[in-house]
């Protein structure tokens, strides 16, 4: 029997990323929701993950942290759904590229962009003026894939994202990050993940954001 999954978040999350994405693999799993400054800040949760943060996953007695970590982890679970490039191909070394792309200079970008103190261009990851978010327009106004031609996790972690960060108006909308957000949020497993995490709002509000719509996150 295959190692136990359990994915902890919060409905109003980044955890959005992860559910979908596990969602997509369609193996089985439990849910634990954790309550921001409370149970996320337990002594059995940061035994878990010692920063207190959603999401994290464990697999069997292995604990997966940050959401692009554990979406290139559960690509593998399931290779017959080609969620990743074959390793050691030229395509694998673009999803690379931009899994961590996302991951790194663009997460910061949107840190230091909501908060208003940006790092000088020259040593900063995600450059000056905003050039990370032309860079990755210029990536999703492609085609709906971002590596190759058909979805990857790519596709999957950038959808999310984007979606997120509109959503909760940390990032004005562009015509090509909506387009590729609709395209790839129609997925079921997107569907399914949006409405597991939305039964949950109500139950586990954000203690810093009223839960009015149906995409509400944080
Ligand atoms: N880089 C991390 C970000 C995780 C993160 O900052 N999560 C936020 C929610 S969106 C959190 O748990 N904040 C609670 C806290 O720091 O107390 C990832 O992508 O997984």
Redesign the pocket.
Known sequence: MRDALTLYT?PM???R?ARWMIEETGLPYDGVILD??TS??SPDYLAINP?????ALVHGDMVI????A?CMHLADLVPHKHFAPEVGSALRGSYYRWMLFL?GPL?AYMTAKFSGHFAPGFSAGYGSDGEVLDVLEGAVSQGPHIVGDRFTTVDLYTAAFLGYYMRIKALEPRPAFERFVEIHQSRPAAIRANEIDNALVQAHPHPMMVASTSHAE?
Do not use: Q
């Not at 920063?51 to 999401?55: C, H, I, T």
């Open positions: 919060h999350s980044r955890g990323i921001f400054n996320m800040k920063m207190g943060k959603v999401p942290t940050e959401n692009a554990i991951a997460e944080h």
